[in-house]
């Protein structure tokens, strides 16, 4: 029986759901590979280094290998592929975003969040749309033009509608042709039918985390609430793509239990989604435990990853699924987040706040680091970001046109696994930086990002430099939103 069909018929039926998801989150056999001492055979590991090289993804067992170098001459060669892989389907472009916090009202009680509903210390806000909008425009007037909506999960504070409604209201924002073009959303799991209600506002990627995979840590790290229910969360991303939304991101929190376990189930995951339906993971999360206001997991994190384990798996994951965009928040600080570009992230969020109406109260929020939902390890604003970014020699980019060009899905999927959509990217993100540069950027950053845009533009070929140099002179002119 064809398994969209089979998952389809279990929707009905959550207490059959466990089975079906045991399927494909297969903790027998990821424990086999963490236990197989073969894996550590440091020739099989370069063997398979070489084979990642090709960009065309390594399985799970090979993956498994990778998590057990430990020779710091193979982690090198770990490191340097993981760059090469990474650079070869996306160059070197890091994607820009903020989240925006539309609520902390939650009733689940997960142990490793400041917004757990045992937290009574917690003040509680939720947004109205009039203070959307008011955050909406701090933020476009630093220069986002991407936006992550994240919310608490309550019936009333963040149901589909309340979530629409923000939706609609941050599309609404328009400061003289400066706008958020693009809304990824990052919620509690909904049916097939809610996740469709969603599709309806127009969203780009919807997101969600597991946190942890391991089906008996997740039990005791969530203590009640409908998240407590761990096969309607790990489902969730099949009823998503029945609802047709096209892209969705994939996470864990790393610190909740083994590391190798957490790489693997989520690689696990992510070759199932791709099997199944031929669309993998748009993006993959890679949170790691911080401390939280009265959340006892996170100020004590059970299985805490170093920082060389956490570059590691993060290399691992990009060489195991190049074409997915990797994530990573600013909960890291800016010296980890330096070194981790250079194992395959590509994506960041830059000055970012974790608490609803935080942006234009920051100097409060400040003040009240128990109104976030987690402690931040980089404060720096956006500008301070951009001009370490180019510092580094990566190309900032504010690119969102795939999701209004149908490159979703799997036409997004289908250029990313071949390697061609830097090819249409690498002109928009151009574009785009010089927008931010035009519009935002302060004096200093300005000047060092035109000369690094310069440089960017004279190695691209003649036929993309000659269509990127047409979209800039129709912004020197005065138009702005300009892609292909």
């Known amino acids: 029986m064809n398994t969209i069909v089979l998952f389809s018929r279990l929707l009905t039926d959550r207490s059959k759901i466990k089975n079906y998801v045991m399927n494909f989150i297969n903790e027998e056999y990821i424990n086999s590979i963490i236990e197989d001492n073969r894996l550590k055979d440091e020739s099989m590991q370069r063997e398979i280094i070489a084979k990642a090289l090709n960009a065309k993804g390594i399985s799970l067992s090979e993956a498994g290998a990778l998590l057990n170098i430990s020779s710091p001459e193979l982690y090198n060669e770990l490191f340097h592929a993981a760059k090469t892989v990474k650079e070869r389907i996306y160059g070197n472009r890091l994607v820009l975003f903020a989240p925006l916090y539309l609520t902390n ?30 955050e909406v425009k701090f933020l476009v007037h630093q220069g986002h033009k991407r936006l992550l ?109 083994d590391y190798r376990f ?21 993006t993959i999360s890679i949170p790691r435990l911080e401390p939280a206001l009265n959340a006892p997991a996170a100020l004590q994190p059970p299985f ?64 009240k680091p128990e109104l ?24 900032p980019s504010f690119c969102t046109a795939c999701y209004r060009s149908n490159r979703t899905g799997d036409r997004f999927m289908e250029l990313a ?7 249409i990217c690498v002109p928009n993100a151009l574009t785009t930086f010089k927008e931010y540069l035009t519009d935002f950027a302060p004096g200093e950053t300005k000047k060092l990002g035109m000369e690094f845009l310069q440089n960017e533009l004279e190695k691209q070929p003649e036929a993309a430099k000659s269509k990127t140099e047409k979209m800039i002179e129709r912004l020197d002119s005065g138009e702005r939103d300009i892609y292909f």
């Open 105 to 134: 009202a939650c009733v689940n009680n997960c142990l490793y969040c400041a917004f757990r509903t045992d937290n009574k210390d917690l003040e509680r806000r939720s947004l109205t749309l009039d203070e959307i909008e008011e």
């Open 149 to 257: 909506l994240v919310a608490g999960e309550h019936p009333k504070k963040s149901s589909v509608k309340v979530i629409g409604e923000a939706i609609e209201r941050v599309y609404s924002v328009n400061e003289n042709g400066n706008n958020i073009r693009r809304v990824n959303v990052n919620v509690a799991p909904l049916s097939v039918e809610g996740f469709k209600e969603l599709n309806s506002f127009g969203i780009g990627t919807y997101q969600i985390f597991q946190e942890t995979y391991h089906f008996d840590t997740y039990k005791s790290m969530h203590v009640n609430g409908p998240k407590a229910d761990y096969s309607w969360r790990v489902t969730a991303m099949d009823r998503a793509l029945q609802a047709g939304i096209d892209d969705v991101g994939i996470g864990a929190l790393f610190g909740l239990t």
């Open 262 to 282: 957490e790489t693997l189930a989520m690689l696990q995951h992510t070759f199932y989604l791709d099997a199944t339906y031929g669309v993998g993971p748009h």
């Open 304 to 367: 805490a990853v170093d920082d060389l384990s956490f570059k590691k798996l993060i290399a691992v994951i990009r060489l195991a699924v190049p074409y997915t965009g990797i994530i990573l928040s600013t909960r890291e600080n800016p010296e980890v987040r330096r070194d981790l570009f250079e194992v395959g992230v590509s994506q960041i969020s830059a000055g970012s706040k974790t608490s609803p109406g935080s942006y234009l109260e920051s100097k409060d929020a400040d003040k």
């Open 372 to 395: 976030e939902q987690f402690q931040l390890g980089d404060h720096r604003t956006l500008d301070e970001v951009v001009k370490d970014v180019c510092g580094l020699g990566y190309l």
């Open 417 to 423: 696994k071949s390697g061609n959509i830097g090819k």
